[in-house]
């Protein structure tokens, strides 16, 4: 232990023979003492001792309160160490404005950067979910058995049966969505409604603040309509009456009573969080192949989602043998509640998290090429130090404590910056972040404290044992010229390190600039430019199928005369707004009935004939939908490219026949039109099929207007149009074609304005931590290089010689940072769209602008470089 310098004087290591001898001493005093008093000397010494009394006890006493002391003493020493090492370090950064100021600022993009991202990964991944259990509720959902992924909705048939034959599960709920519209509450408003079985409490632990849960009786065929209100609802609408309950409620002219009110806070998945619960009546007329219903389901303790997979794929086979016209190729997908909520983000967060990551190891690198020349300036005085007696591990104690005070103020101004940037990323973001929105939490602060330790070492580590590397004799005698050496070699690799994550960045942001450019470029397939719409839902009381058309009609006359509408049509449902109808055929004309998952699909839209105009929907051949195509009328179709392949393939369907829901004649093919990307435009969809609303009476349609102007200020008047038809009917979900467009894009978009921000970020600090390199490799190399000039070399040469180092060092780092971007490609795969993870264009793309930079980066120096005067430095030597 010795032979380890100061270990025995840190420790303060007490020796417990030196306390013996002291009470020994005090023992043998007293001792001679009694002997001077007359005592005989052994009895003087048993009296010393029996009057001194427990040993030991005095013994441990002593050593306790000496090493309490000795202690204490430590602390004091290391604090005020401590205070020290702080209170230099500020001066220190003070005396280098300039250097503090870029190394605050580099540090604040970087751990900002980081600390933005990972606020978005806690608020919506990391946060637990807001449901008891959350952990045991799955999501179960119908798919194609050849495709992967989850699984969609369901029929209410399909359910019964997965309730009675399964093994997995506690609780089962199902549920459906519509619009209602609320009357007797003030103005006639539209809100959303979510019909709910009595198992839907059981599986999210429901109970009603007020009142009681939906029960089985009340979804028996008959029962009485009951509605359960969400705690904003109640608050909002009835003022937070306590007596509520028992109260009725008027919905689509219908009487609903209310039976409870939701617990404050409480917000279900997806579809479930809406300010109505009302209760599921099954419509049999629906049957089995009406797959529109969702189904959440609570495991049983100690089953698994694998073992629940195993258990639902067995029971769809079971359902397929038995009823094949409907389940034929279709399988039951089980989904952790997680995945359902967080969709198709997880992912995309973690590789941004990723990305700022890179830009925080550049930004550590660039710091430390900063304290390395800073610490190669300060040579002479850390020598000195060290000649004065301070140890390696004090000096680099004192050095590292400077690197926690930028770290920490570049941590705390990191902080803020992400606390600004929380605003426009839940605005970019995708929809998730309106439920989960990033947040600064505690959770956020531990990562940017570890964030803040972790980029200590990593940028004042490094320069630190540089310093405290070096000879001693050699830098007081050689005036730091050795330690820059040195230095230079360590700067040039920390800048090919910028320079290869950089490159990474930069060529993850190409990717997603190009995959972006290519989803811009595909055709929607209808017009967007001033295009308004909102949904017009008749109620069943009040309008029957003849009422319905008569209602639609006239509504699309007035539009029509409305000054500023260029076109008016009608729609079951507008494409890019997210709802879907889809229908499978399996009757053809002439064709032997085709079962389940072989029959073709395709999404319904029933319209009025002036749809395809306002909409601007090519015909590709034959004719579209006509105000002649009447109920009494045979009834007609029209088709989109996408499902005559799929239904007709290498056949004309224009004349051919197809049994559609709702009619039981077939529909004769009239037309076909240009396919609608109505699912996203980086996204497939199964093709259209349009029937017209004369043909096909539908009350829940939606309105499309051209305007020449401004569409979105054109909703007032839709609206005052609307309810001078029907004063009790109000429009709802009023958007524009290009925001409903511009939604599904959002999570791209994200992914873009994040990672080209971060790229942008990383070269403007790649190309600084370069020029810091080749412009103090200048400041080295004077004397060199005024030797050169005075042999003869040209100042051309010269520049071209300092020129080529820097494009060394960044043709090295395109290479490294290329393997880099190749290695990561695969991880970019779910945000590109027609594109090569590992596009050679665009690597090679990245490096010729690297390579560019660099030459940038290295000019000034250059220019320094051939300014230099020879007579000047061989006179100073």
């Known amino acids: 232990m010795s032979r380890i310098p100061g270990l025995k004087r840190f420790f303060r290591l007490e020796r417990p023979s030196d306390i013996d001898q002291e009470i020994q001493f005090h023992i043998e005093t007293r001792v001679d003492d009694l002997v001077r008093r007359g005592m005989d000397p052994d009895q003087a010494r048993r009296e010393a001792y029996r009057a001194f009394g427990d040993l030991k006890r005095y013994h441990d006493e002593t050593l306790t309160i000496d090493r309490e002391f000795a202690r204490e003493v430590r602390m004091k020493e290391f604090f005020a160490s401590v205070w020290s090492d702080l209170g230099y370090a500020l001066r220190g950064l003070r005396r280098s404005p300039v250097f503090t100021v870029v190394a605050i600022l580099t540090l604040t993009l970087g751990i900002g950067a980081t600390v933005a991202v990972f606020s978005a990964v806690s608020g919506v991944i990391l946060r637990p979910l807001p449901f008891v259990q959350a952990d045991r509720i799955v999501h179960l959902g119908e798919r194609d058995l050849a495709q992967g992924g989850r699984g969609g909705t369901t029929s209410a048939e399909n359910t019964y049966d997965w309730q009675r034959m399964n093994r997995s599960f506690q609780a089962m709920s199902l549920y459906s969505t519509f619009s209602m519209t609320l009357t007797g509450a003030g103005t006639p408003t539209r809100i959303d409604v979510t019909n709910v079985t009595p198992g839907t409490f059981d599986v999210f632990h429901v109970t009603p603040l007020l009142g009681r849960p939906i029960a089985p009786t009340d979804t028996m065929q008959g029962a009485g309509n009951v509605a359960l209100l969400s705690y904003d609802f109640w608050r909002a609408k009835l003022g937070a009456d306590p007596n509520v309950v028992g109260k009725p409620l008027q919905l689509n002219f219908n009487k609903f009573e209310i039976i409870g009110v939701l617990p404050e806070g409480f917000h279900g998945p997806g579809d479930l969080d809406r300010p109505l619960w009302t209760n599921f009546v099954n419509d049999t007329s629906d049957g089995r192949a009406g797959r529109s219903k969702n189904v959440y389901a609570l495991l049983k303790p100690g089953v698994t989602v694998q073992q629940a997979q195993l258990d639902m794929t067995r029971i769809a086979k079971q359902l397929e043998a038995t009823y094949p016209r409907y389940n034929k190729n279709m399988t039951v997908a089980v989904s952790p509640l997680a995945d359902v909520v967080f969709g198709d983000v997880e992912r995309p967060l973690y590789l941004l998290l990723g990305a700022s990551a890179l830009v925080l190891l550049i930004a550590c690198a660039n710091i430390s090429n900063l304290l390395v020349a800073r610490g190669i300036a300060r040579g002479r005085e850390v020598a000195m130090r060290a000649a004065l007696g301070a140890g390696r591990g004090r000096i680099t104690r004192q050095l590292l404590t400077e690197s926690f005070v930028l770290s920490a103020v570049g941590s705390a101004c990191g902080i803020a910056l992400a606390y600004a940037a929380l605003h426009t990323m839940t605005a970019l973001g995708p929809s998730v972040f309106a439920m989960r929105p990033p ?321 942008g970020v990383a070269i403007v600090l790649a190309a600084i931590g370069l020029y810091g390199v080749i412009a103090y490799g200048v400041t080295q190399r004077r004397r060199e290089l005024g030797v050169r000039v005075a042999l003869g070399a040209q100042s051309t040469e010269i520049a071209r010689m300092v020129v080529a180092e820097g494009v060394r060092i960044a043709i090295l780092g395109a290479i490294l940072g290329g393997i880099g971007a190749i290695a990561t490609g695969r991880l970019m795969a779910s945000l590109l769209f027609e594109v090569n993870p590992r596009d050679p264009v665009v690597l090679a793309g990245v490096s010729v602008g690297l390579v560019a930079v660099a030459l940038i980066a290295s000019l000034i120096p250059a220019r320094k470089a051939m300014r230099i005067d020879a007579t000047e430095i061989l006179r100073g030597d």
Not at 546 to 564: C, D, N, W
Not at 580 to 603: C, I, M, T, W, Y
Not at 655 to 661: F, N, R
């Open 439 to 759: 947040e600064i939490d505690v959770r956020v602060l531990v990562f940017t404290l570890v964030l803040s330790v972790a980029s200590t070492v990593l940028f004042g580590l490094i320069p630190a044992m540089r310093m405290t590397r070096t000879a001693l004799y050699e830098t007081l005698r050689e005036s730091g010229r050795i330690v820059g050496q040195g230095g230079r070699r360590t700067r040039g690799v920390l800048a090919l390190a910028q320079l290869a994550l950089a490159v990474v960045l930069l060529a993850s942001s190409a990717l997603v600039i190009k995959s972006f450019a290519r989803v811009l470029r595909v055709e929607p397939g209808v017009r967007t430019e001033n295009m308004l719409y909102a949904d017009v839902w008749l109620p069943r009381l009040r309008y029957d199928s003849a009422k319905s058309v008569a209602f639609y009609t006239e509504l699309e006359r007035r539009l029509a005369a409305t000054p500023g509408v260029l076109h008016v049509g009608f729609t079951s449902q507008v494409p890019f707004s997210g709802y879907l109808d889809r229908v499978g055929v399996s009757k053809f004309g002439g064709r032997p009935e085709v079962q389940g998952n072989d029959a073709p699909e395709g999404d319904r839209y029933v319209v009025t004939p002036a749809y395809f105009k306002t909409m601007a929907i090519q015909l590709v051949r034959g004719r579209v939908l006509s105000p002649e195509d009447r109920y009494e009328n045979g009834p007609v179709a029209v088709i989109d490219e996408e499902f005559a392949r799929r239904a007709f393939p290498g056949q004309d369907p224009i004349g051919q026949t197809m049994k559609l829901p709702i009619r039981s004649e077939f529909a004769t093919i009239v037309g076909v039109v240009r396919h609608v990307k109505t699912y996203g435009l980086d996204a497939s969809s199964p093709g259209q099929i349009y029937t017209t609303n004369a043909q096909y009476p539908w009350r829940w349609l939606s309105v499309v207007v051209h305007t020449s102007g401004d569409a979105a200020l054109f909703a007032p008047t839709l609206a005052r149009v609307v309810q001078s038809v029907d004063p009790d009917e109000p429009i709802s979900n009023v958007s524009t074609m290009e925001v409903a467009l511009d939604n599904l894009l959002k999570a791209r978009r994200f992914a873009l304005t994040l990672l080209g921000a971060f790229a």
